[in-house]
């Protein structure tokens, strides 16, 4: 599920082919991209892409290299962090341990010199949103790792930031606890509208919450776009194998196909080597419509719900799908030989 937050169309973020050095090492190379306001963007990428980087450039607690960095038109690449005003939660807490859920939340309030009465306000309202009443006055220490994240996160929020960093917030987090938080993360940026950019190396994160999403690898932005459209319509290799479970197989000029196979194939096919189908686009055929490419059964994973089969082309190529266990047939056995079938409409040449 996406977010359903209203995503306007107004540009309030752009980078204009940003890169950074440090020293000759290139973490961001020629990176450009626009966010808009009320969005939820992922910056998605394996561990070195230069995610955290490139949040970094944007909260302007590192200068950029290269390129400039826009904000509502205006040129803020040389402003300082405080002057962008920007949110930011970082990996672990950075709670200040020695200070109170209420006073950690208050102390950015205190920095802008707001009225007593309106720190006291905004503080229970915080305090209300993200669900800890009834611990204001307890110490960082005696909260739980989700609780301290939702302290972070209120400390963030509590100056209304129009732009919110997030880096990775919940990676100190398990997994129950980590889906809960993924879901308060949704309503607040549904009921606040600010603008989140947030950081994560976890695929599914990405997918579930983002209105976009950013892939990075080796300091590159390699694509751009809704979840479904970075997901289905990967723009090249690395994402599509980035970002899920992806047969690949190798095209067969001569046959006009796959491993001596005739195959219908996506109209860009010409042009590149490979087809790519996602396993969940792929079933088992007896005889039918669509493509279908002979092929052995390997390997059979059993996953209670569902059954992983790995299958060999003739052409020696693997490919991998699931098998939905349940009433009807039993999924094949080790050794069987059947076609697999699919719609070229679910297929992309990379
Ligand atoms: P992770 O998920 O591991 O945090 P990331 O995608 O956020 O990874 P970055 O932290 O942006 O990656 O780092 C990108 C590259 O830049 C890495 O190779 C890192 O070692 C390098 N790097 C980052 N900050 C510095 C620095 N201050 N000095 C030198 N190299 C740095």
Known sequence: MKSEAIVSNT????????????????AL?????????GEFLSLLGPSGSGKTTFLTLLGGYEPVT????????????????????????FQGYALFPHLTVAENIAFP??????????????????????????HEHKKPKALS?????????ARALAYEPKVLLLDEPFSALDKNLRGQMQEELRRLHRDLGTTFVFVTHDQEEALALSSRIAIFNHGELQQ????????????????????????????????GGIAGTPLELPASATAYEHVAIRPEHMRLAAAGDGNQLPARVRDRVYLGSKSRLLLETRAGEELM???????????????????????????FAI
């Not at 540009?11 to 290139?26: L, N």
């Not at 979840?227 to 000029?253: H, K, M, W």
């Open 321 to 347: 799908l699931y098998f939905d266990n349940g009433p009807g047939l039993p999924p094949p056995d080790r050794g069987a030989e059947l076609n697999v079938v699919w719609d070229t409409r679910d297929s």
């Open 66 to 89: 290269r390129g400039r960095l826009m904000l509502e038109g205006q040129d803020m690449t040389s402003w300082s962090a405080n002057q962008r005003g920007f949110g930011m939660v």
């Open 109 to 134: 309030l205190k920095v802008q010199k707001r009225s007593k009465a309106q720190v006291t306000d905004r503080v229970a309202q915080m305090v209300e949103m993200v669900g800890l009443s009834g």
């Open 224 to 255: 751009i776009g809704t979840p479904d459209e970075v997901y289905e319509r990967p723009a090249n290799r690395f994402t599509a194998e980035f970002l899920g479970d992806i047969n690949i197989l190798s095209l067969d000029a001569e046959a």
């Open 145 to 153: 790792g989700g609780q301290q994240q939702r302290v972070a996160l």
């Open 29 to 37: 190379r020629d990176v450009s991209l626009q966010i808009s306001e």
């Open 11 to 26: 540009t309030q973020i752009e980078a204009r082919s940003v890169g950074k050095t440090f020293g000759k090492f290139h």
